[in-house]
């Protein structure tokens, strides 16, 4: 036995006071009227009958009652687990997987039937919680012995889109076991154990003594399944109308070949045309449809593959809209449009967006020119001056892009700085084989492409002359060379942003116009000053849009909130609110389709189109070992348990399960209303020796 509260026990010395008052003779004063006692003379006198103990069973009754008050509250308990568990109900979390891999055939039906049986399993002191999860987890109600809650908890699930997660569930069920005091803890945990969400639950640890019991709804065997994977699209210009070729990708994750399987192309819920895809074993194939003509709006476009055991991955949804074009003005030297060559090959070559550039010599510069370009680029030459050098300040300002290249012709006066990183100086060659860039900021949106590897070498360009620039305070370095001088600055002005490059963009001071990330790097500087951002095709089931970063959305009034959403299903969603100025805009896109947006207060009521596929990585139906599961969260295999499948219940937890003190109470109660009778008719006996 152990005590809760050990400290309580220095009050047993309370025991001295009932052998303290039975020490005590109490006797009557009799008053005797006696002359003077001046003659008397004082003789001590003992009495043996005062160290004497007379009622001794008084006297055990009162010390037990004492000793029985300071047990209670230093709150008593046995430390046997199974003496304090015995008859012990359970705390059992039913955990039910309704990612949609469990579509898969019957898994589903399987899965809710074993859910129903752990739930019909529940004793008269079991208490229970159904949890639903994918990628998150939904508790219904709490630890309850309700069956009839918990079985409608069960019956209620349907299967979402979201992937396999085991983290978030075990972690749920980890905060209701913690927070029960019910002996045996318990977790049954349906589903086809995806091996994609085992890694999810890797920082999860159940509480000691718990018991997880896999039911896995999965055969290893079942792993057929073919997928549309993505799309591709490619455009070309038919009798000045903008066309669109759809090239399907499809994978065959099974172990058995598919032929002739029908693959369709909608648009706008119709079918346009049909086509048969053979697909080998653990292979991809693609499959191409005929051109159709861009609207001038976004199109909705599905693919949808013959369906199979697992449908929610035999379609792909996406958007085709119409080619953007940025306006590209390039402005040259009188007399050298052969400067721009390679640049204009550069920007003939994009297809999405496309651009649009128009050279004009800078004495032939008007106003017109440059109100019409999204950007400006100064290809080694003079700043234009009067009003469209006004023009240039002003469209750089309100947002608009310039690139400067600071070439042999590209001479600066003093009080056109302004729309300059820095003052240029004059040019500085590089001898031998020349220099290369030996500092680039990947972070940076022009360079981030080539951040990853195979996608570029940015130090394979040799640069022979440049002109070194002086970079002012509020300006950035975005790439230099070996030597340390700059080679590309930049400098934001109001809305717009400016970048210089202090070499030329053709081959007279460099080869970089001759290496394959000319192309690519060319077309990211354009993108990055006009602020182009390339509309969305597709967005994931599960992910939250913000519509003020959306493509597309740009017409939408998001600060009076008057949107209506509708989801796939045609059913209203709601539309959140969020960040420091409140604005709405924020939507949960739960289900696979396209969702559609509109603004009633708009006066054209233009409709913006949302496509949502599912996460294709739960297409992977390959399983895991469920005991592999079992074993990282709880610490144990499986079939490693504590007796009767009980937990180390804590001191606390053992003497709240016992509550000895209260049984403490009542016997010290009884044996102080047995000492009250006792006392009461020795007292009587005493007065009247006769009674």
Known sequence: MAFLAPLFLAALAALAAPVLLHMIQRQRTEVVEFPSLMFVRKIPFRSLRR??????????????????????????????????????????????????????????????????????????????TVVRFDSGAEAGARSTNDRASLLAAVNEAEI??????FGPPLQLAQGILEDSDLPRLEVVLVSDFQRTGIDSAANTLLPPGTVLTPVAVADEAETQNVSVVGVS???????????????????NRGSEPVERMRVALELNGFELEALPAAVEPASVASVTFAPFTIDDAAMPVSVRAQAD????DDVFHFLVSPGDVVSVLVVVSPGAPESSLYLERALAIGTSPSFAPVVRSVDELTVEDVEAASVVVLNDVAPPSGEPGAALTRLVAGGGGLLVVLGENARWPGGDLELLPGAAGEPADRDGRGGVLGFVDYTHPVFELFGTPRSGDLTTPRFFRYRPLDVRADAAVLARYDNGDVALAERLLGEGRVLVWTSTLDS??????LKPIYLPLVHRAVEYLASYRP???????GQVLDLAQYPGADGLDLADGNLVVRDPTDDRVPVGSGGRDGRSGFIDLVEPGFYEIRDIDAEDASVVRVAVNVDLAESNLAVADPQELVAAVTGRAAGDRTVAGQRELRPEDLERRQTMWWYLLIGAMGFLATETVLSNRLSRRALDPDA
């Open 309 to 312: 055991a697992l449908p929610h």
């Open 535 to 541: 509309p969305t095709s597709w967005l994931t089931a």
């Open 160 to 165: 979402g889109a979201a992937t396999t997660r």
């Open 51 to 128: 160290q004497r103990i007379r009622h001794w069973l008084l006297l055990l009754l009162r010390c037990a009652a004492l000793a029985l008050i300071v047990a209670a509250f230093a709150r008593p308990f046995f430390r046997s687990t199974a003496l304090a568990v015995a008859g012990g109900g359970r705390e059992v979390v039913v955990l039910l997987d309704r990612s949609w891999s469990m579509a898969y055939g019957d898994r589903w039906d399987r899965a809710r039937a074993a859910a129903r049986g752990a739930v019909q399993d529940l004793g008269p002191d079991d208490r229970a």
């Open 508 to 513: 007279f001071w460099n080869d970089f116009a």
């Open 233 to 251: 699209v490619q455009r070309d210009t038919f009798a000045g109308a903008e066309r669109a070729a759809v090239t399907a990708r499809l994978a």
